[in-house]
């Protein structure tokens, strides 16, 4: 480049520090950024408000970590899940604004379903601990993990199953009973919607009358390619409301949730 005569632009200069000290983390509070940077707080948030402005980076509802957008890339993963994330968080966001109740974001693993995002900090009934960013639901007796097993492709199916048979651990019980399995996938492909097992109680292996979190859940599956990419579920206290009554009231918010981000996926750049 040319030895122009010229000064700088300090704003900017800061702009891109920030920006390459969020891809260097990948993740950071406005306090990391403070110490990895100098900059002050209060100018940070310009700068960051700024960036997120111009779809450069993007915060997370459940810690309110910044994160360096997955738009900077040329082309991204259908299996990265941060990027899953920044594509879901706002239709979680207003998914909370129209019913009020929380949900979480998941994606499945080996054996188990992953909360990778919650608008719980967003929700009107913030006393309902969901979560947090790593936290392993069970696959068979969740609503997130019913909503998976039912839309996946068959051969993803009976790998999973393979897995909980051989591990044989408590709480996965079902597994072993195909029947039951088919009986449960077909109940959930046929209404739409995923629901806990009666016995569920948000505890992995125990049942309800040993740990009961006092919630009930609803899922339904974000699909692509003919893959299940992540479930969105919706959650409220039992002594609020019924299953048939949360279903009457918030199924069609949870559907559209599900179809935004569905859509938000077909519209970006991915491999």
């Not at 068959?154 to 039951?180: I, K």
């Not at 046929?190 to 919607?193: A, N, P, S, T």
């Not at 918030?250 to 559907?255: E, Q, R, T, V, Y």
């Given at each position: 480049?040319?030895?122009y005569?010229?000064k700088?632009i ?5 702009g891109?520090?920030?920006l ?19 900059i002050s707080?209060a ?5 960051l ?10 915060q997370?509802m ?8 997955h ?8 299996d990265?899940?941060?990027w ?6 706002p ?9 009020s ?15 990778i995002e919650?608008n ?7 006393d309902?601990?969901l ?6 639901a ?14 996946c492709p ?28 088919r ?6 492909r046929?209404?739409?919607?995923s ?15 040993e ?11 974000i699909?692509?390619n003919?893959h299940v990419?992540?479930?969105?579920n919706l959650t ?13 009231r ?6 559209e949730a599900?179809?935004?981000?569905e859509?938000?996926?077909a ?5």
């Open positions: 480049m040319r030895n005569k010229v700088t300090n704003s900017l200069s800061r891109l520090d920030v390459r000290a969020l891809q260097s983390m990948r993740a950071a509070s406005l306090h990391d950024l403070h110490r990895a940077t100098g707080k100018t940070l948030t310009r700068i408000h700024t960036l997120h402005g111009h779809g450069m980076v993007w997370r459940v810690d309110a970590a910044y994160l360096p957008s738009s900077l890339q040329r082309r991204v993963r259908l990265d899940a941060d899953l994330v920044e594509i879901a968080s239709v979680l966001e207003n998914l909370c604004k129209k019913v109740w929380p949900s979480v974001l998941t994606i499945p693993r080996l054996d188990h379903v992953e909360v919650t719980q900090p967003k929700s009107y009934f913030d309902i601990p979560g947090p960013i790593g936290f392993r069970n696959m068979l007796r969740s609503a997130s993990g019913r909503a998976y097993l039912a839309f068959e051969r993803e199916y009976e790998t999973v199953l393979s897995r909980l048979r051989l591990r044989n651990q408590v709480g996965d019980e079902a597994a072993h009973d195909g029947a039951w399995m009986r449960m996938v077909d109940a959930t046929q209404r739409g919607y629901t806990r097992d009666p016995d569920f109680g948000g505890h992995y292996s125990k049942p309800r009358w740990a009961d979190d006092g919630r009930n859940s609803i899922a339904m599956p699909r692509a003919g990419l992540a479930c969105i409220w206290k039992t002594h609020t409301m019924s299953l048939t009554e949360a279903v009457r918030h199924l069609g918010a949870l559907s599900v179809g935004a981000v859509q938000r996926i519209n970006a750049d991915i491999l």
